[in-house]
T-cell receptor
Framework: ETGVTQSPTHLIKTRGQQVTLRCSSQSGHNTVSWYQQALGQGPQFIFQYYREEENGRGNFPPRFSGLQFPNYSSELNVNALELDDSALYLC??????????????FGSGTRLTVV | QKEVEQDPGPLSVPEGAIVSLNCTYS??????FMWYRQYSRKGPELLMYTYSSGNKEDGRFTAQVDKSSKYISLFIRDSQPSDSATYLC???????????FGKGNQVVVIP
């Protein structure tokens, strides 16, 4: 299957709960990045995984954590949800190479609402 | 000051008009510049990317980069209703694979 797929597409959680979002990379891509896009804002970098290791992190607290699996799929976990965590969470896969910039492919995102 | 500034004001134009979008940035370490298009309820899709100052054309789209002024632009000629979307500028530093985005411009092309 080509393209980046994310699940679920929509999710409603209560403040204080935990959530896990999932992402399947595009075939052949070895790097996964996660972004948070609040309403009316551009995406903000959360972190990136390469070869199952975290490879860079943005300005997000430790309650945002992730995993990458041997098949390059990935999870984003958020603990102790806050109202401000309501956003579209985007996963992007890419190739870790100088020629990989145009390979950066986004999924359609998971819309998380915290109430 | 944010690393990437993009005036988020919505833009409404008649079909066939030229759409002009721009971003400024503060960090001279940015070396790769992209424009993404994002339709409602979808993820961003790459329109164009460039790594040098000057112009790059692809069909009706032209991207301009002026590194000396830290200013990039996107022009859409002969705009179509299907061009109605949010346009995001994004940048990457050499050796760093994370994108820094602007806030985006919502463009509406009126038939």
């Amino acid at each position: 299957e080509t393209g980046v797929t994310q699940s679920p597409t929509h999710l409603i959680k209560t403040r204080g709960q935990q959530v896990t979002l999932r992402c399947s990379s595009q075939s052949g891509h070895n790097t996964v990045s996660w972004y948070q896009q609040a309403l009316g804002q551009g995406p903000q970098f959360i972190f990136q995984y390469y070869r199952e290791e975290e490879n860079g992190r943005g300005n997000f607290p430790p309650r945002f954590s992730g995993l990458q699996f041997p098949n390059y799929s990935s999870e984003l976990n958020v603990n102790a949800l806050e109202l401000d965590d309501s956003a579209l969470y985007l996963c992007a896969s890419s190739l870790a190479s100088a020629q990989g910039l145009d390979s950066y492919t986004f999924g359609s995102g998971t819309r998380l609402t915290v109430v | 000051q944010k690393e990437v500034e993009q005036d988020p004001g919505p833009l409404s134009v008649p079909e066939g008009a030229i759409v002009s979008l721009n971003c400024t940035y503060s960090n001279s370490a940015f070396q790769y510049f992209m424009w993404y298009r994002q339709y409602s309820r979808k993820g961003p899709e790459l329109l164009m990317y460039t790594y040098s100052s000057g112009n790059k054309e692809d069909g009706r789209f032209t991207a301009q980069v002026d590194k000396s002024s830290k200013y990039i632009s996107l022009f859409i000629r002969d705009s179509q209703p299907s061009d109605s979307a949010t346009y995001l500028c994004a940048m990457i530093r050499r050796g760093n694979n994370r994108l820094a985005f602007g806030k985006g411009n919502q463009v509406v092309v009126i038939p």
